[in-house]
């Protein structure tokens, strides 16, 4: 039925040239000014090329803006971070004069790193389009480009066959408990994992483990919480399954879905075997539980295009969840969890420049990024062995447990105690390494890698941390 309908689709694109849309996209002349346009913009950005420290003339004035932000927010910046808005892949240059080596890309937006040509081209393009955010009610071309390209992927190895935008993580994920609900009402509750992070709205703050992030809210008592994995523990498997058969014989056929992330992002960055889930994925399936990946955080950056592929779970997932990376939120699911008319909508689905910027990352993913001999792998391969390296010399046990999947990195700083860790953060940070905390006990340092970092910046990201490590906090 997909393949009549695209063909048709295809057929009615090839003889549409009078559109005075087509022939906005196809006008040489506005191709040209784009490429120009992007091409002052890469040589004004060129000198953006290593990190460098505040200019003094410039860090009282910085110091005042960032001053007067907080008092607008009602509370400070984490770093002292405004961005000029010039960057240059991994680097991006800010508000007192410093650049930056950027390793976590707005908690992991910026894939292709700041300023990438593409990037910028595709969102241009966007903006010179009748409407700046698409709805949708009144979608246009680049809503199909985008749905059609996320389920060719999402479809290679699993039974996702449809795609609903939304404009972040928490919204795509709302959607996805409503669909999970509504096929298996009136199941109410939702098994999630421990440590887990879902999103800021009021359930996702429930399904979310971490009470820091819901302080004051009442409780609704609809998420039961199961164990992870613990590498140091064998009987971890076996603990997290039985809590899920002991839970659902409480609550048995009340059950609506099983949310986890293939591996935690917020939560520490601590892979789980394959193996881990297997008995909770074939239980849910037995039960008609949903089963609903969170990879909002792992999207684009395990290797393949989802973590459900990485791990080979993609026969099991009923709705998937992205996100930061794709620029705009996205729900996708399989025909049986297609939700009844009403149930999802929304006046926003996304940006026309985010829509053809987030297309634009995909296929440009597809050019040797993906994959085991992929650069996301060797990037993973090299910085991970890099801190390995400084934890058995200079650093000496002070980096440990470097692990995580493809982009996302993690290490854990002297004995992972939190003051240690945010202590280590700011103390990169003036050093010209920008990185963000994950997990709780430990707490650990992560980095979400731009994939267009070169081996270099990676060099020097390491030896930023052997500097900033070596110096104490
Ligand atoms: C696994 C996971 N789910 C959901 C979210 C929420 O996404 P957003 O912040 O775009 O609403 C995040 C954000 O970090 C996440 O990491």
Known sequence: MLSVLKNAFTHAHASDETLTGRKLDNDPVVEG????????????????????????????????????????????????????????????????????????????????????????KAAIRGALSDVIMQGNLQPNNEYIDLSEKLIQIAGRKSRLKHVWFSTCGTMANENALKMARQKNSPARFVFAMK????????????????????????????????????????????????????????HEKDVACFIFEPMLGEGGFNPSPREFYLPMLEFCRKNNIAIWADEVQTFARTGEFFAFETM???????????????????????????????????TFSGGTSSMMAGLEILNMLEEGFIGPNGRILKIHNKMIQGLNQLNVTTCKGQVSDAAGMGLMVAFTPFEGKKEQAEALVKKLFNNGLIAFTCGKDPVRIRFLIPAIIEDQDIDLALQIVEKTMLEGI
């Open 33 to 120: 000014l784009v490429s120009d346009l992007v091409d002052e913009v890469m040589v004004i950005n060129s000198e953006l090329n290593t990190i460098r420290g505040p200019q003094s003339h410039l860090i009282e004035k910085a110091k005042k803006k960032m001053d007067y932000l907080a008092s607008l927010r009602g509370r400070p910046l984490y770093h002292n971070y405004v961005g000029t808005g010039a960057g240059r892949g991994p680097y991006v240059e800010l508000e007192d004069g410093s650049v930056k080596l950027d390793l976590i890309n707005g908690i992991g937006i910026h894939l292709m790193g700041h300023s990438h040509p593409r990037v910028m």
């Open 195 to 250: 440590n887990a992070f879902a999103g800021r709205s009021t359930m996702m703050a429930e399904v979310t483990d971490n009470p820091a992030y819901k302080q004051g809210l009442p409780t609704y008592n609809e998420v039961i919480h199961i164990p992870n994995y613990d590498k140091k523990d064998s009987l971890s498997s076996e603990k997290a399954f039985n809590k899920m058969k002991e839970e659902y014989a409480k």
């Open 312 to 346: 080979d779970l993609g026969q099991y997932v009923d709705l998937v969840t992205i996100a930061k990376t794709v620029q705009l939120g996205a729900t996708l699911y399989t025909e049986e969890y297609n939700p009844k008319p009403g149930l999802i909508a929304g």
